[in-house]
């Protein structure tokens, strides 16, 4: 057996339930997909074009460009930074941030703003939406533990549930899911114990019962220790477990080694 599924203390094939991550865990985003633009002669990585766009082509009134972007950024820097701080791991449902960074655009009258929040957000997640990707291998994964009889859940932490839910269904990831959790639709994010113990008990077992599978471990490896459920953590880069953290119960380079734990 790989060195990486010797178990932190857990019986092998003792599981009665599987939840698993979502992003760079059953999908990836692949970064050469994602939108470029050139800012002030750099190459950047943004949806930020496709949103002023959306608003541009709206008739919005927006500033030029490279001032909107600025804003953008300072925007998803003050929210995300308001939100990673928060000790409640409450989530910012992606409107809030797209309202704010609408108060911002002052030449957009008071009454338009909502319609511009939701023009702009929805361009936004098209360009997310159109750079995952997905091994198809997973689903024979996903349906290998189907029949050995295992529920089978998701817990993402994404501040757009429907955009996730898009992607899982174009994916063919939904049927295989008894329990799909985001943490839009939750108001928490993981790692809040809160989270683990509603998958868990909507899969009908025992947080000790569950076998999480995911890639970030503050998220995906604290998190799930918290309540007492152990982890397989996906970690491809071989990074060192951050210092002072309990190691995972499991580490995995994909998430196809899952079965291997599961004895399948």
Known sequence: MNQALISQGVPLASFRAVVFDLFD?????????????EIDGKEEKTTSRA??????????????????HQLWLQNSKEVWGERNNDPELK?????????????????????DRERAAL???????????NSVVFDTDRLDVLGRIKDAGLPVALLSNFDHAPTARRIIDKMGITPYMDSILISEDEGYRKPAASLFLKVAEELGVAPAE???VGDTFDADVTGPQGVGMPCAWINRKGAPVPEGARPPDFEIEDVKEALSILGL
Do not use: K
């Not at 865990?25 to 633009?37: A, R």
């Not at 949103?51 to 909107?68: H, I, R």
């Not at 023009?119 to 939406?129: C, D, K, Q, R």
């Open 210 to 212: 569950v076998l999480f």
């Open 51 to 68: 949103a002023y766009d959306a608003l541009y082509d709206g008739g919005f009134l927006v500033p030029n460009y490279p001032a909107f």
């Open 91 to 111: 989530e910012v449902r992606s409107i809030v941030r797209f309202r704010l960074l609408m108060d911002l655009l002052v030449a957009i009258p008071a009454q």
């Open 25 to 37: 865990t059953l999908v990836d985003f692949d970064i050469t997909l994602f939108p470029v633009v």
């Open 119 to 129: 023009t702009a957000l929805n361009a936004h997640m098209y360009g997310i939406e």
